[in-house]
C-alpha cells in the first residue's frame, strides 16, 4: 500500500532543505520576538546578542535559554507578541507544579498546530474513514482540543469525548465503531481493563490504533495496551508551551517521534552546563518556535530527557526522532544517592506480568531513605497463600533491585484498590518533600 502523509512534501523533505528552511523562519521569528517581547529583549540585550548576529541555525546557541520560571515571572501575559486582540485561544498547564503556564493563539497559530496533530493521525493510519475517539481531557488542556482540530482536518469523524466516564466511553466506542482512540497510555490500559472485566475480547472493538501520550510509557506498556485493545499504539509527544500535543509523533514504525522540524527546532542540552550535546547524546530537550506568532519560544528548557536521532526511517519522512522520554528531570527520584525513574519500575513490574496498576512511596525514616512499591495481584493469585505472596513479593523486589541497584519494599494489594488515571497517572508519592 502507498504510504501516507497528511503533507507529504514538507514531511519528506531533504535534511538539507528542512535545515535551510529553518534558518530562514528562525532569523524572522527572533526579529519578531525581539521586537515584540520587552522581556525577551532585554535577555537578549544582557547577552549581548542581536536579531541580526542570528543569520541561521548555526547561531541558535548565541541566543538565551527560556525555562519555565520565565513562563512564571511573565504570567499571564508578559510573553505576548502579538495584540491580545489578535488571539483567539487560551490553553493552560494543569498546574501541578506551581503557577499555571498560559498559551495563547493566532487563528494561525491554532491553524499550525492542528496540521501537526493531523500529522500525527495521518501517520498512525488515519483517514477520512475513520471514527477517531478523543479521550484525552477537553478544556485547558490542550490534549482535547489539539487532536480534536486534527482529526477534523484528516476529515475523519470526530468523536469529542474527553477523559472520564469509561462506561459511556466503552458504549460509544463499541456502537459508534471507533477506529482510533486518542488518550493517555493510562487511561488506554484502563478501558482495556475494563472491556476484558465486560467480558469483552479485543477483537470485539473496531480500534485498529490509538494515539497516546502526555506522559511518559514504557515500551512494555505499549505492548500491554495493543494486547488489550488489540490495536497498534502510537506515542505523542508535545507540551502546552509549544502548542500542545503534535510537536512529535510516532509512524508505523513506532521506533521513536519525527519531531515537526518545518514548525520547531530541538536542540539536546547537558542539563546541568546548558552545553549543546551532539547527535544521540541523551540530555534535556530543548524548543525554539519557528512560525508561533502569539506566543513564540526561543531555546525553551523542557524538563525532559531525550536522546535524537536522524537516522533514516523507512516510512519516508526525514524529520529527526526522538526517542521515548525518560521521564521529565523532575520526576527522577534520588534514592539513597541513586537516580531512580519510575519508568524503570514500570518495566520490571510489566515484564514480570503484572498489570501496570502501581504506586511508589519514598519516604525517609531515620535518615534513611525507604522505597515501597504497591502492585496489584492479579485476579488469578487472588487464591495464593499467604507464603506464595510473600515469595511473589519477594521476587517482585529481587527484580527490581537488578534493575536499580537497591532494594524496594513490595507490597502486593488486592485488585482494584490502586486508583486508576484518567489523565496523567499520578504514581509517585514523595514524602520525603512533607518533612523537607
Ligand atoms: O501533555 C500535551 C500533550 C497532550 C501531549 C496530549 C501529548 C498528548 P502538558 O500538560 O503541558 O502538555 O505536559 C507536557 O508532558 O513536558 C512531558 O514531560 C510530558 N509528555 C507529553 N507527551 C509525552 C510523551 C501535554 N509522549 C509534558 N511521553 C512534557 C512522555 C510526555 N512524556
Redesign the pocket.
Known amino acids: 500500500m502507498e504510504k501516507q502523509y497528511y503533507q507529504k512534501e514538507i514531511e519528506t523533505m531533504p535534511v538539507e532543505k528542512i535545515k535551510a528552511l529553518q534558518s530562514e523562519k528562525l532569523c524572522k521569528q527572533v526579529k519578531h520576538v525581539y521586537e515584540n517581547v520587552p522581556y525577551y529583549r532585554d535577555l537578549m540585550d544582557k547577552k549581548g546578542v542581536r536579531p541580526e548576529d542570528i543569520r541561521g541555525i548555526e547561531d541558535l546557541h548565541k541566543l538565551p535559554f527560556i525555562s519555565k520560571s520565565d513562563l512564571r515571572e511573565t504570567y499571564p501575559y508578559g510573553m505576548l507578541a502579538v495584540p491580545l486582540s489578535d488571539c483567539v485561544r487560551i490553553q493552560s ?2 498546574g501541578t507544579t506551581g503557577k499555571r503556564v498560559i498559551a495563547y493563539y493566532t487563528k494561525h497559530d491554532i491553524d499550525l498546530w492542528e496540521d501537526c496533530c493531523a500529522r500525527a493521525i495521518v501517520a498512525a493510519g488515519g483517514t477520512k474513514e475513520d471514527v477517531v475517539q478523543v479521550a ?1 481531557g477537553y478544556g485547558l ?3 482535547g482540543a ?1 487532536l480534536h482540530g486534527g482529526s477534523h482536518k484528516v476529515g475523519s469523524l470526530t468523536l469529542p469525548m474527553s477523559s472520564g466516564n469509561t462506561e459511556r466511553q466503552i458504549q460509544f466506542m463499541l456502537d459508534l465503531k471507533s477506529t482510533i482512540i486518542c488518550c493517555t497510555p493510562s487511561y488506554a490500559a484502563y478501558i482495556g481493563e475494563t472491556l476484558k472485566e465486560q467480558g469483552y475480547k479485543p477483537e470485539d472493538n473496531f480500534l485498529k490504533a490509538g494515539i497516546f ?5 514504557t515500551e512494555e506498556m505499549r505492548r500491554d495496551i495493543e494486547k488489550s485493545l488489540g490495536i497498534k499504539a502510537y ?7 509549544t502548542s ?2 503534535g510537536v512529535a509523533f510516532e509512524c508505523e514504525e513506532q521506533n521513536g517521534m519525527h519531531i515537526n522540524e518545518d514548525h520547531f527546532i530541538a536542540e539536546i542540552i547537558d542539563p546541568d552546563t546548558g552545553e549543546v550535546l551532539p547527535e544521540g547524546s541523551k540530555g534535556k530537550l530543548v524548543f525554539t518556535s519557528l512560525d508561533k506568532e502569539a506566543f513564540p519560544l526561543l531555546r525553551y528548557r ?3 530527557i531525550c536522546v535524537l536521532s536522524r537516522e533514516k526511517c523507512s516510512c519516508g519522512r526525514t524529520f529527526i526522532r526522538m526517542a ?2 525518560m521521564g ?1 528531570s523532575d520526576d527522577m527520584l534520588i534514592i539513597r544517592g541513586v537516580n531512580v525513574f519510575p519508568s524503570q519500575i514500570e518495566t520490571v513490574l510489566l515484564n514480570e506480568g503484572y498489570a501496570p496498576n502501581y504506586r511508589i512511596e519514598v519516604d525517609r525514616v531515620n535518615n534513611s531513605d525507604t522505597l515501597d512499591v504497591y502492585v496489584e495481584l492479579l485476579p488469578e493469585q487472588l487464591s495464593d497463600t499467604p507464603d506464595g505472596v510473600i515469595k511473589r513479593e519477594k521476587d517482585l523486589s529481587s527484580a527490581i533491585t537488578t534493575m536499580l541497584g537497591i532494594r524496594p519494599t513490595v507490597h502486593l494489594v488486592p485488585p482494584k484498590t490502586i486508583t486508576r488515571s484518567e489523565g496523567k497517572a499520578v504514581r509517585v508519592v514523595d514524602k520525603r518533600k512533607l518533612h523537607d
Open positions: 498547564t494543569s484525552y488542556f490542550t490534549g489539539g501520550g502526555a506522559e511518559p510509557w506515542d505523542i509527544y508535545g507540551l502546552t508551551e500542545g500535543p523542557t524538563r525532559d521515548k522520554p521529565r
